[in-house]
């Protein structure tokens, strides 16, 4: 589970927990508002598949580390699970698809900013993850942009198979349930309805 923050002088965001670190998400007023028509409010649990869902429309962004010291135990870390990860450092944030090598040797992954850093000079094509679609995917491989059937380009097309909408329709279910009634008991200088008129 994540947390969605939205206080007053302050940018809405949804913190997550990736490992040992507190990432936060910048929203856009689209992802405000989808989350406030959902019934979440500010320190209201977010499901991860939501948050993967608007990262993958470009709705959730710029994943920086977030001033949340002793903040660590509120999360569940289910969030990277529905996340793609570094292939060689495991972060789940900032990742780009990357070409790098010639001719044959020629390989794609997805890779964070360290590795993204070594692999520089032998970098043929770098691409953020906020860049991509099912369509752009095959766009690349057809062109010859990405090598075919790479692992990189098959973990993008199983997060991009996540049902992101079956988890917002979950989450208005259970936050959509209105609250009836609230029976707290008479207080304790209350007189009993049927004892006003006497």
């Known amino acids: 589970m994540a947390l969605f923050r939205s206080t007053a002088g302050q940018s809405p965001q949804i913190l997550s927990k990736d490992r040992e670190r507190i990432i936060a998400y910048a929203l856009t007023p689209t992802a405000l ?19 993967a869902a608007l990262i ?3 709705d959730a962004h710029s994943p920086r580390p977030a001033d949340a010291a002793g903040q660590k135990t509120l999360f569940d870390d289910d969030t990277p699970d529905h996340l793609p990860r570094c292939e060689l450092t495991g972060v789940v944030t900032d990742l780009h698809l990357v070409v790098y090598g ?7 992954k997805l890779v964070g900013p360290e590795p993204r850093f070594l692999l520089q000079k032998a970098t043929v094509l770098s691409i953020p993850l906020e860049a991509f679609s099912p369509a752009v995917l095959d766009t690349l491989e057809t062109i010859g942009k990405v090598p075919m059937e790479s692992a990189a380009v098959g973990t993008l097309r199983a997060w991009f198979r996540q049902d992101g909408e079956a988890a917002w329709r979950k989450l208005e279910r259970e936050l959509g349930k209105a609250q009836q009634d609230l029976n707290l008991g008479p207080a304790a200088d209350e007189l009993p309805l049927g004892d006003a008129g006497r």
């Not at 508002?33 to 948050?51: D, F, K, T």
């Not at 001719?103 to 794609?108: E, K, P, S, V």
Request: proline share 3%; charged share 30%; hydrophobic share 25%.
């Open 33 to 51: 508002r989808r989350l406030r028509e959902s019934g979440v409010r500010h320190g209201r649990n977010v499901p991860g598949r939501v948050l």
């Open 102 to 108: 010639e001719g044959q040797g020629t390989l794609a």
């Open 56 to 58: 993958r429309s470009g």
